[in-house]
């Protein structure tokens, strides 16, 4: 059984720095793309940044250049070190592979707060 745990998150003040971490437990790590989603009260879920099992990141537009998202697949650890961090950055992160379905149920996440 697949599961996902990801944490790390917490209050941090506008432009302040955080970084986020994922376990994955249950399956093979290295052969998915993974990436980072975040939801936002009243908002959905979006995909915030990627990395492929070849290590090429992607990120959507509101993030680059702020976020770095790693992976690291001897431990199945995926990371996202946040800088320069803003309060539209408040949400709950999740991990999971790019293309998703039930065979990775999604994990609890993690809140990160920013202030303003």
């Known amino acids: 059984q697949v599961q996902l745990v990801e944490s790390g998150g917490g209050l941090v003040q506008f432009g302040g720095s955080l970084t986020i971490s994922c376990v994955v437990s249950?399956?093979?790590?290295?052969?998915?793309?993974v990436g980072w989603y975040r939801q936002a009260p009243g908002n959905q879920r979006e995909l915030v940044a990627s990395?492929?099992?070849?290590?090429?990141?992607n990120y959507a537009d509101s993030v680059k250049g702020r976020f770095t998202i790693s992976r690291d697949n001897a431990k199945k650890t995926l990371y996202l070190q946040m800088n320069s961090l803003k309060p539209e950055d408040t949400a709950v992160y999740y991990c999971n592979r790019v293309v998703t379905d039930s065979r990775w149920p999604w994990g609890q996440g993690t809140q990160v707060d920013v202030s303003s």
């Open positions: 990395i492929t099992r070849d290590h090429t990141a």
């Open positions: 249950g399956s093979v790590f290295s052969f998915y793309a």
